[in-house]
């Protein structure tokens, strides 16, 4: 069955930094890319971070360079999401999702919450 499971969020203080991580259960993890995505409420969720299946290539949105760093560690199956200088304007909840880089096919995790408040 496949399954991300996000961890790592919580309450941090303005400008503070958290690492998130995803761990996959149930499919081939390298041959998926990986993203990160945001949803605060009542917006729309949004691309934070994305990673190749290799992890060779990255890619950010323009307002999400600099502050965000997406990795992946395919021997544990696992990628992260190091963010610093957080701002209460990231708060949100953070999802990880993958795309088959052959098949296609999307998954998602339930997410985690990120609030940043002082």
């Known amino acids: 069955q496949v399954q991300l499971v996000e961890s790592g969020g919580g309450l941090v203080q303005p400008g503070g930094s958290l690492r998130l991580s995803c761990a996959a259960f149930g499919f081939t993890f390298s041959n998926y890319a990986m993203s990160w995505y945001r949803q605060a409420p009542g917006k729309e969720r949004e691309l934070v971070a994305r990673i190749s299946s290799t992890g060779g290539n990255t890619n950010y949105p323009d307002s999400m360079k600099g502050r965000f760093t997406i990795s992946r560690d395919n021997a544990k199956n696992t990628v992260y999401l190091q963010m610093n200088s957080l701002k209460p304007e990231d708060t949100a909840v953070y999802y990880c999702?993958?795309?088959?880089?052959?098949?296609?096919?999307?998954?998602w995790g339930q997410g985690t919450q990120v609030t940043v408040s002082s």
């Open positions: 999702n993958a795309v088959g880089r052959y098949s296609g096919s999307s998954h």
